[in-house]
């Protein structure tokens, strides 16, 4: 009788302790799947992790809206200018077959164009270059004619590779604000010419035909400067004068109306 109640007891204290255990891990295991939060004077709810293994503190702060609020703006401007793109190709009226040819003649034999080859030749004489030819005076009507025939090599190279591949290489102003932005569009023009479409593109009748009459020009010169790297030279300033007439076409207007005021 006395084994068998000593055996109920020690049965009712099994129980009980284990129910106790299994209360208190279920109370570690709340404790630990619900981390303490608390709200900061600003509104921030802010989530500790006080257990290994738990995500680290979760905030929702004021710098990552402004973060979200920069990338918005970044997107709308890049938005803006592909609108502004596309607006100014579809006010774009391609170049005609006749207006094509009188920009050739007009660009080869007119009078700036002739003007342009004169005050080359000219700088040619002041540097004795090439040597060989020499400062007489004389010698600058043979400087005049190198200058115009590698001038009418260009311009004949340009007008049959434009025709061919449909490139409109006449300088349009942006039309945008600001002098960085206006002056990297005069530079970026001299290497872009538009399609029928509107859209710039790489130029290869400006680009080429540069590249082609200076090194084309060799042929004739003599030897101080019948070399690569003399025609490489010719072609580097050929396109630092088209940079420069770009940026020049870009503003003028602009300074003419504002010393006209004054």
């Given at each position: 009788m006395r084994t068998r109640l000593n055996a109920s007891l020690l049965g009712a204290s099994l129980a009980l302790m284990s129910s106790t255990i299994s209360g208190f891990g279920a109370i570690q295991e709340s404790a630990v799947q619900t981390p303490p939060s608390f709200t900061l004077p600003d509104g921030t709810i802010t989530t500790l992790a006080l257990v290994d293994g738990i995500d680290p503190v979760q905030s929702s702060t004021g710098s990552e809206l402004a973060g979200d609020a920069t990338a918005q703006d970044r997107v709308g401007e890049e938005a803006a200018q592909a609108e502004a793109a596309s607006t100014e190709?579809?006010?774009?009226?391609?170049?005609?077959d006749s207006e094509r040819l009188r920009n050739y003649l007009t660009g080869t034999f007119g009078p700036a164009a002739?003007?342009?080859?004169?005050?080359?030749?000219?700088?040619?004489?002041l540097r004795d270059i090439?040597?060989?030819?020499?400062?007489?005076?004389?010698?600058?009507g043979v400087r005049l004619g190198s200058a115009f025939a590698q001038h009418f090599i260009r311009g004949t190279l340009q007008y049959g590779v434009s025709s061919a591949l449909h490139e409109d290489n006449r300088y349009q102003r942006s039309g945008r604000n600001g002098i960085w932005k206006r002056t990297g569009y005069a530079i970026s023009s001299t290497f872009l010419a538009r399609r029928p479409?509107?859209?710039r593109r790489f130029s290869l009748s400006k680009v080429g035909s540069a590249g082609g009459a200076a090194f084309i020009?060799?042929?004739w010169l003599?030897?101080?400067?019948?070399?690569?790297?003399?025609?490489?030279?010719?072609?580097?300033?050929?396109?630092?004068?088209?940079?420069?007439?770009?940026?020049f076409r870009e503003f003028w207007p602009d300074l003419k109306r504002h010393f006209g005021r004054n």
């Open positions: 190709a579809d006010e774009f009226a391609p170049m005609t002739l003007e342009r080859t004169a005050a080359s030749a000219e700088l040619m004489q090439p040597i060989e030819w020499g400062r007489n005076p004389s010698k600058y479409n509107g859209r020009s060799r042929a003599p030897g101080s400067i019948a070399t690569a790297g003399a025609g490489a030279s010719s072609f580097g300033l050929t396109i630092a004068f088209d940079v420069g007439s770009n940026v």
